[in-house]
Nanobody, 123 residues
Framework: QVQLVESGGGLVQAGGSLRLSCVAS????????MGWFRQAPGKEREFVAA????????YYGDFVKGRFTISRDNAKNTVYLQMNSLKLEDTAVYYC????????????????WGQGTQVTVSS
């Protein structure tokens, strides 16, 4: 059984930064790409970023525009999302997920999901 546990969310002022972490259980973490999605109230789940299993390829949603950086530490079974220059519209629950293959941008291509961590950006 794979478990993903996110942390690092919280309340931050616009323009501030947060770093989210996602720790995965199991020995197969290194074999899979990982992704971050977010979901705001009343909206569909939205792709944020993804990283290949070796960390040599990264993918970002259009809205990121250089503000976020995804990274991973396979020795720690952890994937990170560094978020800078946060905006009010970044407020959402952020989820990490394990990629099972195919298109990184589509939620259906992920087989395991964490419980989410709330990010709230205030003015």
């Amino acid at each position: 059984q794979v478990q993903l546990v996110e942390s690092g969310g919280g309340l931050v002022q616009a323009g501030g930064s947060l770093r989210l972490s996602c720790v995965a259980s199991g020995r197969t973490f290194i074999s899979y790409g990982m992704g971050w999605f977010r979901q705001a109230p009343g909206k569909e789940r939205e792709f944020v970023a993804a990283i290949s299993w070796r960390g040599d390829n990264t993918y970002y949603g259009d809205f990121v525009k250089g503000r976020f950086t995804i990274s991973r530490d396979n020795a720690k079974n952890t994937v990170y999302l560094q978020m800078n220059s946060l905006k009010l519209e970044d407020t959402a629950v952020y989820y990490c997920a394990r990629h099972r293959g195919g298109n990184y941008y589509i939620p259906g291509e992920y087989s395991y999901w964490g419980q989410g961590t709330q990010v709230t950006v205030s003015s």
